[in-house]
């Protein structure tokens, strides 16, 4: 263009503001999304990562990955009541109540570390907020931009909140990325959230039948300990060092060659290394030591609701964990896994909807391919540590039974929150009665669980002995909520007693005859000795006491003394 060209452009754009001045027309101002400062690799040694929101099992060994792989890293502390107020007192009072939790814990780590002496422009340029976020029809999408509403209002103004999937944070634009998301830490976080959710849900299978109070607790933490010290210290594979020297002399002018094996062996080390299945067998030995009486009698209550809502272990749900557990119900909680699966399920369905349109072409096929290896791989290594962690940890439920289950109800392809999840959990857990009741927890106002909960109605109909309850959490209204649990708990646990006293009758043994058979095996008081599933039963005790009188009917030794023990005392009656 030339300079005659340009000098005529720039007049018509000075006339033209003259003339909308003159006019009194304001200029056009299109809203631009703040540009966050990136976090970038030169400040790795001074930045500390902060993330929270998750169990703490979880943050556990999310932590350890972190620091594994030279990472600072830090967990909030479990957000509490006085969180969650200093949340809505920053922030916008029309959010979902887990931004005020989270935000209101961050703002108060932020001040505990200004109480400690730090200036502000110290906190903001030495810390950073990790968080997810979505798209859709929810607040969840809001988050990123509510939180650094609040933590301006509350004097942090330019403090980083970033997005894992954020090209700022990630992939910053200047600069190698702050977060950089290597193999190593790829592999290093698959393994810490499936663990986290095996761990998870064996303390509650465990501690609710636990003999000596207080020793669940007590090995899961030395366990955990093990756990976090494997994924922060291991040393990484790294095949020109480790591999055999046969092998590594050969590639080592093939640069692709050397390339591919090295990426296989490090997925290899990280799934398969004598480190991580050493680590494993040893917590499990410890996990299996707990001594349980499973002939306890305890309804089995099914948590689901919003994601947040459903795995919060503080105030955020009105520490409802330990209290179903106060009140002697056997909790079956939901692991993260299941989410990830509901998300690649979901984005295959919506391929799959376009079928009509991109009928043919490859790139479908591709997509639904690769979406259809990825849920089965996940599903695999989520189901292969639960083994090697003694192998009673629930499956992950398949997402084509829940989608199928639930669209009668709730169309599969409704978008937002659990989507068809929380109806199609309702509906598989009751139809094959696996549980006594189900207890679905959402954030006060959560748009998306308001619409499942409306459809939940006609669910409830069509199985009438269904004990199904939902619950809004937010700040206040514990004593309430506690409250409308115990009273759908008590129908429970008429339905678990009821149930217990039919399969005992249907053994034809006493009670006192089956415990003396337990006390003459001691593997049947062991966490991983496995109870067979019978279908149409839900509680454990149930299912345990089924299975051990197929034991004795086996066991003709047990049975003879079993018989001559009771005609003892009917002889000496007789004398």
């Not at 002496?117 to 950073?128: A, L, N």
């Amino acid at each position: 263009m030339s300079p005659v060209e340009d000098k005529i452009r720039q007049l018509v754009a000075d006339e033209r503001v003259r003339l909308r001045h003159e006019s009194g027309l304001e200029e056009i101002r299109h809203f631009r999304r703040p540009q966050e400062r990136p976090f970038l690799a030169e400040e790795r040694d001074n930045v500390t990562i902060l993330f929270g929101g998750l169990t703490s099992k979880h943050e556990a060994l999310i932590r350890a990955v972190f620091l594994g792989n030279g990472y600072r890293c830090e967990t909030l502390p479990n957000p509490d009541a006085a969180a969650f107020q200093l949340g809505r007192q920053f922030g916008n009072h029309g959010q979902c109540n887990p931004a005020h939790f989270t935000v209101g814990s961050l703002i108060q780590y932020l001040q505990a570390l200004e109480k400690r002496g730090m200036s502000r422009r110290e906190i903001v340029d030495h810390y950073v907020f990790f968080t997810a976020s979505s798209c859709g029809p929810c607040r969840f999408g809001m988050y990123e931009a509510e939180f650094r509403y609040a933590l301006q209002n509350a004097g942090f103004e330019g403090f980083r909140i970033l997005l894992f999937q954020q090209s700022d944070g990630i992939k910053a634009a200047s600069g190698e990325p702050g977060l950089k998301f290597t193999l190593n830490f790829g592999m290093g976080m698959l393994n810490a959230l499936h663990l986290g959710d095996v761990m998870h849900d064996l303390i509650y299978q465990i501690r609710p039948f636990e003999v000596n109070a207080g020793e669940t607790d007590r090995v899961f933490q030395n366990a955990m300990h093990e756990l976090s010290r494997m994924l922060r210290d291991r040393t990484p594979f790294e095949f020109m060092r480790d591999g055999p020297h046969w092998l590594t002399k050969f590639a080592a002018n093939r640069n692709r060659l050397r390339n591919t094996i090295s990426i296989i062996a490090k997925i290899y080390d990280h799934l398969y290394g004598k480190e991580f299945v050493d680590t494993l067998a040893a917590c499990r030995e410890r996990i299996n030591s707990i001594e349980i009486d499973r002939l306890a009698v305890k309804p089995v209550v099914k948590v689901t609701g919003e994601f947040w809502a459903q795995i919060a272990e503080g105030d955020g749900n009105f520490r409802i964990f330990p209290f179903l557990e106060s009140e002697g119900a056997q909790v079956i909680v939901e692991p993260i896994a299941t989410w990830i699966t509901y998300m690649l399920h979901m984005a295959r369905l919506r391929a799959e909807s376009r079928r009509c349109v991109d009928s043919g072409t490859i790139n479908l096929r591709k997509k639904t391919l690769m979406l259809d290896l990825g849920e089965t791989l996940w599903t695999y290594f989520y189901h292969r540590t639960a083994r090697k962690l003694g192998g009673i940890a629930h499956r992950l439920l398949p997402q084509e039974e829940l989608s199928s289950l639930a669209h009668p109800y709730y169309h599969r392809l409704t978008r937002g929150g659990e989507g068809y999840m929380e109806v199609g959990k309702n509906v598989y857990y009751s139809a094959n009665q696996l549980c006594h009741m189900v207890l679905a927890l959402k954030p006060f106002g959560c748009m998306p669980s308001c619409q499942s909960d409306g459809v939940q109605s006609a669910v409830t109909n069509r199985f009438s002995d269904m004990i199904f309850l939902p619950i809004e959490t937010s700040g206040e209204g514990e004593v309430n909520a506690h409250s409308r649990v115990q009273m759908a708990l008590g129908e429970a646990k008429v339905k678990a007693k009821a149930e217990f006293e039919q399969c005992l009758k249907s053994t034809g043994k006493s009670l006192q005859e089956i415990r003396a058979y337990i006390d003459e095996h001691p593997e049947l008081k062991r966490p991983f000795y496995h109870v067979p599933h019978r279908e149409g039963v839900a509680g454990t005790a149930a299912q345990f006491i089924l299975h051990v009188s197929d034991r004795i009917n086996k066991d003709t030794r047990f049975r003879k003394r079993s018989r001559v023990a009771v005609a003892v005392p009917a002889a000496a009656s007789g004398d």
